[in-house]
């Protein structure tokens, strides 16, 4: 049996948090209704195939790169990156790797980047709904520590919201600093 990986990553656009990619080799006996781009699915119905996909994959892997590995190396590379370590941490090696894009991380395997993959390949598409709700808890609980950012409502993304509490609170830790936003707000202290 031939084993394709599907990567995608979610998170590359926000003023904070890390960067998540997942790594997903589905079971061609155990099919999923329902895969597509995580973008056009609802929370709930993402909720729902997350279980799934953990549940039936045949394998799968979720990793990150931190707002600091993010601001040593840049977005890019963070992504990259955790797209190395999603793509190393399955339990299965992969005779093929598709990754949603214009790029593939450098890893020692098959690999061909897919534009719109998330849309096209169902490897990738249960690879972004595994990173998008992951993401998304992150946020849940950064935002049940710093309720004032809205972080649950607005995901980290750079919203007049989220700007505005950057302004009115300041930079938190978890804040990506390399940022324009952000670093913006660091200089006015």
Same mark, same amino acid.
């Given at each position: 049996m031939k084993y394709l990986a599907g990567v995608d990553e979610v998170g590359r656009g926000p003023l904070v948090g890390s960067v998540v990619t997942a790594a997903v080799i589905l079971n061609p006996e155990r099919p999923i209704v329902g895969l597509m781009d995580s973008k056009k699915l609802s929370e709930k119905k993402r909720? !729902?195939?997350?279980?799934? %996909?953990? @549940?039936? !994959?045949?394998?799968?892997?979720?990793?990150?790169? /931190? !707002?600091?590995?993010?601001?040593? %190396?840049?977005?890019? *590379?963070? /992504?990259?990156?955790?797209m190395k370590r999603a793509v190393e941490g399955l339990t299965i090696i992969p005779h093929?790797? *598709?990754? @949603?894009?214009?790029?593939?991380?450098?890893?020692?395997?098959?690999?061909e980047a897919i534009v719109k993959g998330d849309a096209l390949v169902a490897q990738i598409s249960a690879a972004s709904i595994l990173a998008k709700v992951y993401r998304d808890r992150q946020m849940w609980v950064l935002d049940q520590? $710093?309720?004032? $950012?809205?972080? !649950? *409502?607005?995901?980290? $993304?750079? /919203?007049?919201?989220?700007? *505005?509490?950057?302004?009115?609170?300041?930079? %938190?830790?978890?804040?990506?600093?390399?940022f324009r936003p952000v670093a913006q707000r660091l200089s006015s202290e």
């Open positions: 909720e !729902a195939l997350f279980a799934e %996909i953990q @549940d039936k !994959a045949l394998a799968f892997c979720i990793a990150e790169a /931190t !707002a600091a590995e993010i601001d040593k %190396i840049n977005i890019l *590379q963070a /992504t990259m990156l955790a093929l790797v *598709q990754v @949603d894009g214009n790029r593939c991380p450098d890893i020692d395997l098959p690999c520590k $710093y309720p004032q $950012y809205g972080f !649950a *409502q607005h995901k980290g $993304y750079p /919203t007049k919201a989220h700007r *505005q509490a950057l302004l009115e609170f300041g930079v %938190i830790d978890e804040h990506r600093r390399s």
